[in-house]
């Protein structure tokens, strides 16, 4: 989800698995009041819930921003033929993290 697309969410609730693992995080003052001020407008929305949603959509967006790094072997053709090959940027590598990580988590959350 696009940080754009939040806003028209905000107005039903959302549901996802949480992780058991908590963050701390401060805020600048001006962020702490937008997060405020979103919280009124969005009264449905607990501001955990808020910063929760805004960090997930900013994410998908650093992911999808990640450069693709053309390496040396085809690893399939497009539909005009074309050679499509291997990413060896930091995309491959951060999505085999995200799994490890999502293994943990969800292991965690099993115990």
Not at 90 to 104: A, I, M, Q, S, V
């Amino acid at each position: 989800m696009k940080v754009k697309e939040l806003v028209s969410n905000w107005q039903s609730l959302a549901q996802c698995t949480f992780a058991e693992t908590n963050f701390t995080v401060n805020l600048s003052v001006e962020d702490a009041a937008k997060v405020d001020a979103l919280a009124d407008l969005y009264p449905r929305r607990s501001k955990e819930q808020i910063i929760s949603e805004l960090v997930s959509a900013a994410l998908a967006e650093i992911e999808q921003s990640l450069p693709y790094v053309p390496g040396n072997k085809i690893v399939a053709t497009d539909e005009m033929g074309e050679p499509i090959y291997e990413d060896v940027g930091p995309t491959p590598n951060y999505l085999e993290l995200t799994r490890k990580h999502l293994n943990r988590h969800r292991s965690e959350s099993v115990s």
